[in-house]
């Protein structure tokens, strides 16, 4: 299973980023997809997860209705459409993956992970 994370970027607050993550190797219909961000000095916390089986995508309380996860299905593509961005989404961003069904909410859950895309807000 390889994962590569991309697109990420400066951007003045406000503004937008839109994050890739490349899949391989995963047998997607029971894959479950998650992205994750760290800021300096700050645990790894959660952005939002989806199992590929299932329509639905859950996302943590401070994205909510800013961050969407889209997905191409053909490409093996997910993708993490980052709007309203302010200086406290800055951080590494992480996309991760598990080969079991149903969605993860911490790192704990991932075996795979990709390298990390770091976006930088400036207010």
């Known amino acids: 299973v390889q994962l590569q994370a991309s697109g990420g970027g400066s951007v003045q607050a406000g503004g937008s980023l839109r994050l890739s993550c490349a899949a391989s190797?995963?047998?997607?219909?029971?894959?479950?997809m998650g992205w994750f961000r760290q800021a300096p000095g700050k645990e790894r916390e959660f952005v939002a997860t989806?199992?590929?089986?299932?329509?639905?995508?859950y996302y943590a309380d401070s994205v909510k209705g800013r961050f969407a996860v889209s997905r191409d299905n053909a490409k093996n593509l997910v993708y993490l459409q980052m709007n309203s961005l302010k200086p406290e989404d800055t951080a590494v961003y992480y996309c991760?993956?598990?080969?079991?069904?149903?969605?993860?909410?911490?790192?704990?859950?991932?075996?795979?992970w990709g390298q990390g895309t770091l976006v930088t807000v400036s207010s």
């Open positions: 991760a993956a598990r080969v079991v069904s149903g969605v993860g909410y911490s790192p704990k859950d991932y075996a795979y």
């Open positions: 190797g995963l047998a997607f219909s029971s894959a479950t």
């Open positions: 989806f199992w590929w089986n299932d329509v639905n995508t």
